[in-house]
């Protein structure tokens, strides 16, 4: 019998199952019942928050490529970061050591969809991706 349980990224409206930390974001419930993730208040914040972490690794730590990007996001020690690389080159059509610019519109919507389809195993609804963007580029353009 088919489930249509969501996955836990989705039921905590973090579509990038970004763990819990120091650093809080616009839109970041302001108490979580999962003790290891963030949840947010809407899918389009949890996207938001993608962005936003995304870009924070271009700016502060210089991490320009899909490689370089997806290899702190998806660390080897929590996740088959090779596979993860090849699922989102294969959907976005960048090369892996291309630098990105994470200011570009149909780059990051294409990367942030496409990482969201792997953490959470189907297919992101591009309406909220797309929210996501407008949310994170009304407070970084």
Aim: proline content about 4%.
């Amino acid at each position: 019998m088919k489930t249509n349980r969501k996955s836990r990224g989705l039921r905590n409206l973090n579509p990038g199952n970004i763990r819990r930390s120091a650093v809080r974001y616009k839109g970041e419930r302001a108490t979580s019942s999962d003790a290891e993730f963030r949840q947010f208040e809407s899918i389009e914040a949890g996207y938001r928050a993608m962005f936003v972490l995304l870009h924070t690794y271009a700016v502060k730590h210089h991490l320009t490529t899909l490689r370089q990007i997806i290899s702190r996001y998806a660390p080897p020690s929590e996740n088959d970061t090779s596979a993860y690389l090849r699922r989102v080159v294969a959907a976005t059509g960048l090369s892996p050591d291309e630098p990105l610019d994470t200011l570009d519109r149909d780059t990051m919507v294409g990367v942030v969809r496409a990482m969201s389809e792997v953490e959470n195993g189907v297919k992101a609804v591009e309406s909220e991706v797309e929210g996501g963007w407008r949310l994170f580029v009304a407070d970084f353009s």
